[in-house]
Every structure is written in C-alpha cells, then in structure tokens.
C-alpha cells in the first residue's frame, strides 16, 4: 500500500477513534459476509464496523492516546465504532457473539478508557441510558410524592390540634376572671392600719 493511501486510512481511524463514544475490538474469523452484515446492522444508525490492518491501527491509536490497544490488535480484526450509548451497542455485540461463537470480543475503548473483554461483556449487563433515565424519573417522582406527604403532615397535625383546642373551650367563655387576675396584697392588721398615737 502506498505511503499515501496508509496515511489516509490512519487519519480514517483515529478520527473514528475520536468521533465514537466507543470502538470494541473483535476477531471476526470464521464468519461469513452474510453474518458481518447482519452485526453491522444490529450496531444501529450511525455506528459501523470496519476491518482493519493491525499495523495501521496501533499508528492510529497511537496517536489518539491508546498504545496500550497494541496487544489486541493481532490476527484478523475488525472495529464496532459506536455512535451511539455504548451499552446497547455492547448489548448487541454479546447478543450476535452468543448466537456465532466465532466472533470473539477482544476488548476497546468506552468513553476515552481502555476496557478488557471482560468489561464489555459487563457493559452488556448494565440497563440502557433510557431504562437508568426512566427509573431515576420514577424514584424522583416517589421522592418528591413524599416529601410532599412530610410537608403535609405537619400543616394538617397543627390543623387538627387548632380543632381540638376549639372545642375544649367554649366560645364566649371571658379569658381569665379579673378578680382572679388582680394580684393579691398582703393582709394588714388593725395595729398596721390605724394611725400612730402622738404623744400630745
């Protein structure tokens, strides 16, 4: 291949690199174009899955910081490059891997880190960003319904407690009697009260 032509489809894989949310690396011997095709399809709009030279893409991920992809990229490989959620594609990988055992998952990079076989696989195993989304939406939900009941409580025990009160006491019944209210004053005594004798 011309010097050229390698330039160019190294420029094509590290912008793919670049541009996907994820790339999963797989060996793809053994399966016939029918069945390349149908995995393809399975990725969903926008993602591709390409064939590649090992020797160009350890350039290409050389350059967009994952080297470390270089023991992966030996034998016949071909890349998943997501565009989309990463777990569907993951998902569907896994899928069509359990159905034609002769792709094998070697590994790839999720969201700008580098991930084993292993860690694809569990990425399967996570619910899609729709299903998280939807269960947060309803723990919020439940969340706030509650808060609002807490919020509520307390209004309508101050509420019952005003009733109560209002019922205790009848309504024209005077605050306090004066006579109770007035303070008492000490006793005084006659000797007390009467006027000192003068000694005229």
Do not use: W
Not at 13 to 38: C, K, M, N, P
Request: without cysteine; glycine residues 8%; charged residues 25%.
């Amino acid at each position: 291949m011309p010097t050229q032509a390698k330039a160019a489809v190294i420029d094509e894989i590290t912008s793919r690199f670049q541009d996907s949310s994820a790339a999963v690396l797989t060996e793809y011997r053994g399966l016939t174009v029918a069945q390349l095709t149908q995995l393809r399809r399975s990725l969903g709009a926008g993602s591709t899955y390409a064939v590649v030279k090992n020797t160009l893409t350890k350039r290409a991920a050389d350059q967009v910081g994952h080297a470390d992809l270089a023991p992966l990229l030996n034998g016949p490989t071909a890349i998943a490059f997501i565009a989309g959620d990463p777990v569907e594609a993951a998902k569907a990988i896994r899928d069509f891997a359990k159905a034609n055992p002769a792709l094998v998952v070697k590994g790839g990079v999720v969201e700008g880190r580098t991930v084993d076989a292993a860690e694809v696989t569990r990425l399967a195993d996570v619910e899609s960003r729709e299903v998280l989304l939807g269960k947060l939406a309803g723990a919020m939900k439940g969340n706030l319904t509650k808060a609002a009941g807490l919020f509520q409580a307390p209004l309508s025990q101050v509420a019952r407690l005003a009733e109560a009160l209002k019922e205790k006491k009848p309504a024209g019944d005077a605050p306090a009697d004066d006579a109770s209210a007035a303070p008492t004053t000490p006793d005084t005594t006659d000797a007390d009260a009467a006027p000192a004798a003068s000694d005229d």
